[in-house]
């Protein structure tokens, strides 16, 4: 079991874990806010420990489509974010903070169907947490299951993991879209993160992307 990180000093920029949710932190259903069926991914709950203990701050960083896609409501969307961070507290998880993007341009509901700088690929959703959370972007990580979750990590300075669980089906390689590690689940993509200042093991050449 990793020691706890020592307190940083007072205004010390922090370094966190901004992580996907659907198909990263909880099991991939599709717009799905129903609280009955929000199930962590397999091994979640131990690895996030581990980092909280290593002294990361963890933030889910979240495209909402189905906001500008009249599938839901930012109603339905907060409360689902609050049994959220309601499962991970009965797992001994506290979240820092949750960012979604509500924007989609071919969506239905006029104010939202537009681009934007907050939809992954573009990384104005951890940028903003990290100004508003006075993180440390250089020793972040980003965690997601698709190229978009890592381009959106690279571009805002952070290192990030992909977790190789098939979602990914555009493996379109380039400068932006190289993870620094590839897993094959949660528990050891998560388990893969150094400590913050420590150098992490690179994905291996022979794995993809």
């Given at each position: ?6 307190s940083p000093a007072p205004g010390a920029r922090r ?195």
């Open positions: 079991m990793p020691a706890s990180a020592p370094s966190a874990v901004f992580l996907d949710k659907d198909g990263t932190l909880l099991e991939d259903l599709p717009y799905n806010l129903d609280p009955a069926r929000m199930l962590l991914a397999p091994g979640a709950a131990p690895a996030l420990r581990r980092l909280a203990r290593l002294g990361y701050r963890l933030f889910v960083v979240s495209n909402q489509a189905g906001l500008a896609l009249g599938r839901f409501d930012t109603t339905a969307l907060h409360r689902s974010w609050r049994h959220l961070r309601a499962l991970l507290a009965g797992e001994g998880v506290r979240l820092d903070g949750f960012y979604y993007c509500p924007h989609h341009p071919d969506g239905t509901v006029p104010a939202l169907a537009t681009a934007c700088t907050c939809r992954k690929p573009a990384p104005g959703l951890l940028r903003r947490a990290a100004l508003e959370h006075r993180i440390d972007l250089p020793s972040s990580w980003m965690v997601g299951d698709i190229l978009d979750d890592v381009e959106a990590g690279r571009r805002a300075g952070c290192r990030t993991v992909l977790l190789d669980v098939g979602n990914e089906t555009e493996w379109l390689r380039s400068r932006w879209r190289w993870p620094d590690i590839v897993a094959g689940g949660f528990f050891e993509g998560a388990g893969a993160i150094p400590a913050p200042g420590l150098a992490a093991a690179p994905a291996h050449p022979g794995e993809r992307p």
